[in-house]
Nanobody
Framework: QVQLVESGGGLVQAGGSLRLSCAAS????????MNWYRQAPGKQRDLVAS???????SYENSVKGRFTISRDNAKNTVYLQMNNLKPEDTAVYFC??????????WGQGTQVTVPS
């Protein structure tokens, strides 16, 4: 079974930075996309950032210019660098990998808290 293990969450003050990591237990051979979602209590889960198979990235408007999604294929890992964090960024962050052959997989979620 493929597992995605997330790390890097925590509590940071506004303006601070965190880097989330999501390491897969196996290599992905036919990636459709790698994504980061987030969900605040009582809210829907929203797509925050995505990187496609050709490396094209996209971002939700509120994080554009502050967050950067990247990947390291050799390490089977996707990252989310989060800079200039704001209280509105507080949520549980989930990584997702969608692979043409292996299917779609989710990480366990990691809490990011930015107090006001």
């Amino acid at each position: 079974q493929v597992q995605l293990v997330e790390s890097g969450g925590g509590l940071v003050q506004a303006g601070g930075s965190l880097r989330l990591s999501c390491a897969a237990s196996t290599r992905f051979f036919s990636i459709k996309a790698m994504n980061w979602y987030r969900q605040a209590p009582g809210k829907q889960r929203d797509l925050v950032a995505s990187i496609s198979r050709d490396g094209t990235t996209s971002y939700e408007n509120s994080v554009k210019g502050r967050f950067t999604i990247s990947r390291d294929n050799a390490k089977n890992t996707v990252y989310l660098q989060m800079n200039n964090l704001k209280p509105e960024d507080t949520a549980v962050y989930f990584c997702n990998v969608d692979d043409w052959t292996m299917g779609s997989y989710w990480g366990q979620g990691t809490q990011v808290t930015v107090p006001s």
